[in-house]
């Protein structure tokens, strides 16, 4: 049973900065396909971005494309978001997602969820 744990939300001004990690562990982290979701208040989830065992492959929902990175250090357990110029409609709590298969954009089958981290963007 694989547990995700993130960490770095918080309350952050408009074009403002924040990191995101997801700790892992009770599995093999670098056999899992890594994702961020995000669900606003009123809305269903969306992805965000995915990567994939090696960390060389990445992709981004288009409303986060070039603002948004997504890593891994596979020697950590740990994925990261790194969130650069947010916009108040980045406000979500934020799920990170492991996958033995690659992460679904809809999020459809997801092996593993964490609880999430609020992300608060103030304008």
């Known amino acids: 049973q694989v547990q995700l744990v993130e960490s770095g939300g918080g309350l952050v001004q408009a074009g403002g900065s924040l990191r995101l990690s997801c700790a892992a562990s009770g599995g093999t982290f670098s056999t899992y396909h890594m994702g961020w979701f995000r669900q606003a208040p009123g809305k269903e989830r969306e992805f965000v971005a995915r990567?994939?065992?090696?960390?060389?492959?990445?992709s981004y929902a288009d409303s986060v494309k070039g603002r948004f990175t997504i890593s891994r250090g596979n020697a950590r357990n740990t994925v990261y978001l790194q969130m650069n110029s947010l916009k108040p409609e980045d406000t979500a709590v934020y799920y990170c997602?492991?996958?033995?298969?690659?992460?679904?954009?809809?999020?459809?089958?997801?092996?593993?969820w964490g609880k999430g981290t609020l992300v608060t963007v103030s304008s």
């Open positions: 997602a492991a996958d033995l298969r690659a992460v679904e954009v809809t999020g459809y089958g997801v092996d593993y």
């Open positions: 990567i994939n065992l090696s960390g060389l492959s990445t």
